[in-house]
């Protein structure tokens, strides 16, 4: 069994019981920690601690006792809204506190919002009268259909102690052991997510890699989650029971993969769930089904201007996996073989924005072995945890610390005139309708589109570029909508994470022209004020366009003052890309150069020239004192000596 450390970093369970006056909300709380009967309890009872040891889970129980007063009614709902699960009580001698639960409290917890199990408890069982006794079964099954937050029913007796330890238990297991992240009730099914951590399970403890788990395998999975070896009738006895009920379950090798959920099945419905939770947090899961923070050691400790990249060990495991998937050898995926890449991840991170249609993909829609690669490069560099989580998920083994690594400061780049980044990240401002997009477009193989859909919301694009001498760079575009521009430069940091700034304006509209210099400027003044300067480049796209005649000239003048490059005149429809992204790319490894001058920086400049100045000349104002001293001392001791 799993201890109690690794109850998704619980440290103990709050139990909140309430229900109507006189149901024996009080007497209950005070016979589970006295293990006696008390004729006499207080109206309301102080928190009461349950020792660790009194369940096997080894977790300490905090019980909170409630009023059930109207003039308390705050502190009853403070209390309940502070819950990890809430005791109902009502008792069997008075069906009307039975009834009192759909018609009043389930209501009160959807208004407070109280989002938490629900275990409902008849007490005073001692005292029903047998004469009209009502199943339990009978009088559960609407109240269980109308509300899907209970979690069990159960009936007590203070008096007798029976069943008082167990309706704790139920409270505590609920809490620690959910049985709603692992299955469907509706379609009598494990879900999802379940299955999917359950064949990373599988998939891991299946070392000989033939999809079957056999004895030994068996066996050690067994010792790493209950510390217990099975011995070989035991294994034969656990085949048989999965043969009869999933004949697939079983073959020559071993236990396969619909063998291994159906055991994790029968255990759940036999209310087993601890056990199957014991299985996943021994692998690392919390009670989303998805791996613990602590299994994923991300550098944490980076400046802003620092970017995370994959290693080339990290790379090399990504190429093999995509060998391994791209059975038809055509060094491309289809849509069956992604989905079968990320069958042990909770689900696939690609499907939706930013990385949905941000990689190459070929004529067919496949995913080629640069998008492949390109969007693992994206991904790290966007949310780092959630690239290692993925990497682990589809069965990266080595030291997770050693899949990432931080590149050097932006600031420190600046100073040697170098950078080492193997990706970067190029943000695209420009005006609506300017050739943003099809910039990124046009950097993802795609053909050119004369139909117009302005972009809203941030859009990002990421491929290999080969450079000279064979060596290649990931670029990702970053397109910011004209809408959004003043939305992110509100933020001081946004230019911390760039390499390179582009400013796209159609070269033959007016208005577009005076947009992106505007952009332009705006940018370089942050740069200036925040410290994160970077180089700047102006794309004239549209070229294939009669040119707006001003702004040729205003360019060439605008570049000239800012000492940037002229503009890079580009059309994506006649496929003339005049070589651009080669271009950011050498302006992001020469991070001293395409820098704008503005005034804040002439300024800055002429400022930090005056104080080396002035420390030179007072450097050498000391130095001729120094030099008049020692020339005073040789003359005094010269006239002593003479006298």
């Known amino acids: 069994m799993a201890n109690g450390s690794s109850f998704a970093g619980r440290s103990g369970v709050r139990v909140v019981v309430a229900g109507d006056r006189a149901t024996g909300k009080s007497t209950l709380i005070a016979a589970i920690a006295t293990e006696s009967f008390a004729e006499a309890v207080p ?68 208004k407070l919002e109280v989002k938490v199990p629900v275990v409902v408890v008849g007490c005073k069982l001692d005292l029903r009268d047998e004469s009209q006794q009502v199943s339990l079964e009978r009088l559960m099954t609407q109240l269980l259909q109308q509300f899907k937050e209970i979690v069990t029913c159960i009936e007590c007796s203070a008096a007798t102690q029976y069943q008082v330890p167990e309706v704790f238990y139920f409270a505590q297991k609920v809490v620690l052991h959910p049985v709603d992240p692992l299955y469907d009730h509706e379609n009598q099914a494990l879900k999802d997510r379940c ?208 899949a990432l690594r931080v590149t050097r400061r932006r600031a420190i780049d600046r100073k040697k005139q170098t950078t080492e980044r193997n990706v970067v990240q190029c943000y695209v401002f420009g ?73 796209v304006y159609d070269s033959s509209d007016e208005h577009s022209w005076k947009k992106s210099r505007d952009l332009l400027e705006k ?22 366009l009669t040119p707006y005649p001003r702004a040729v000239q205003d360019s060439v003048k605008v570049t000239q003052e800012l000492g940037i490059e002229a503009p890079f005149h580009v059309s994506m429809k006649l496929g003339d890309s005049s070589n651009v992204y080669n271009k950011i790319i050498h302006a992001a490894e020469h991070p001293h150069l395409s820098i704008p001058e503005t005034d804040i920086g002439r300024k800055r400049k002429q400022y930090h020239r005056l104080l080396q100045h002035s420390l030179v000349f007072a450097s050498v104002g000391t130095a001729m004192a120094v030099v008049g001293l020692a020339a005073c001392r040789a003359y005094a001791v010269k006239k002593n000596s003479s006298g």
């Open 523 to 544: 940018v370089a003044r942050q740069g200036d004020l925040t410290g994160y300067r970077v180089p700047c480049l102006l794309i004239a796209a549209k070229d294939d």
């Open 43 to 110: 109206p309301v009872l102080p928190p009461t601690l349950l020792p660790p040891d009194l369940y096997p889970d080894n977790v300490p129980l905090t019980v909170i006792d409630t009023p059930s007063s109207l003039d308390k009614q705050s502190k009853r709902n403070e209390e309940l809204k502070g819950a990890d699960v809430v005791v109902l009580t009502y008792a069997c001698n008075d069906t009307a506190s039975f009834s009192r639960l759909s018609s009043y409290w389930f209501g009160e917890l959807q």
């Open 195 to 402: 299955v999917r951590a359950l064949r990373r399970i599988f998939v891991l403890c299946d070392r000989d890699m033939d999809d079957a788990l056999n004895d030994a395998e068996l066996n050690e999975f067994q010792v790493r989650c209950f510390n217990a070896p099975l011995q070989s009738s035991e294994i034969a006895g656990i085949k048989t029971v999965v043969q009869q009920k999933v004949p697939e379950g079983v073959n020559s090798l071993g236990l396969t993969f619909p063998g291994f959920l159906s055991i994790h099945n029968m255990f759940l419905k036999k209310g087993r769930q601890e056990t199957l939770w014991a299985v996943l947090r021994n692998f690392g899961y919390d009670n989303n089904l998805k791996l613990r923070s602590d299994f994923l050691p991300v550098p944490s400790k980076r400046a802003l201007d620092q970017s995370v990249e994959l290693t080339g060990e990290a790379i090399e495991f990504l190429n093999g996996i995509f060998r391994l998937l791209d059975t038809d050898k055509d060094r491309a995926l289809r849509p069956a073989e992604v989905d079968k890449l990320f069958c042990t991840a909770p689900e696939s991170p690609w499907n939706d924005a930013p990385y949905k249609d941000a990689a190459e993909r070929t004529d067919s829609g496949y995913i080629s072995l640069n998008g492949f690669q390109s969007q693992w490069a994206l991904m790290t560099l966007l949310d780092p945890p959630c690239s290692l989580v993925n990497l682990i998920y589809i069965g990266y083994s080595g030291n997770p610390a050693a």
């Open 431 to 503: 005006s609506k309708n300017s050739g943003k997009s099809a910039l990124l477009d046009s950097l993802l193989g795609r053909p050119f589109s004369n139909n117009y859909t302005p972009t809203t919301v941030e859009r990002f694009a990421a491929n290999a570029i080969e450079l000279i001498g064979g060596t290649r760079k990931t670029l990702v575009l970053r397109e910011i909508p004209e809408s959004e521009v003043s939305n992110v430069l509100s933020n001081q940091d946004y230019l911390a994470a760039c390499d390179v700034a582009v400013f």
